[in-house]
């Protein structure tokens, strides 16, 4: 027994508004140069972020030292 939802437009629910695709290159293509490229910028980016955020608490953990509020809630 096959059943519709009332009032619904649109494909059934066992069909899928999206074409299927089918992969035929699972993998990139390159070289070891491009590999130590990217694990370099990889490495440079999360060197930035971590200076990034540390920047960031250090100067929150200063203005928690000069208005006297060591509590988290102000900062949530």
């Known amino acids: 027994m096959t059943t519709k939802c009332r009032g619904r437009r ?18 990139e293509a390159g070289t070891l140069n491009d590999i130590r490229l990217a694990k370099q910028v990889t490495d ?3 060197k930035y972020q971590w200076n990034y955020y540390s920047e960031l608490a250090r100067q929150r953990s200063a203005i928690q030292d000069q208005t006297g509020s060591h509590s988290n809630k102000h900062f949530l």
């Open 10 to 27: 649109g494909k059934g629910r066992n069909e899928s508004k999206f074409p299927k695709v089918t992969v035929q290159y699972l993998l």
């Open 44 to 46: 440079e980016h999360l």
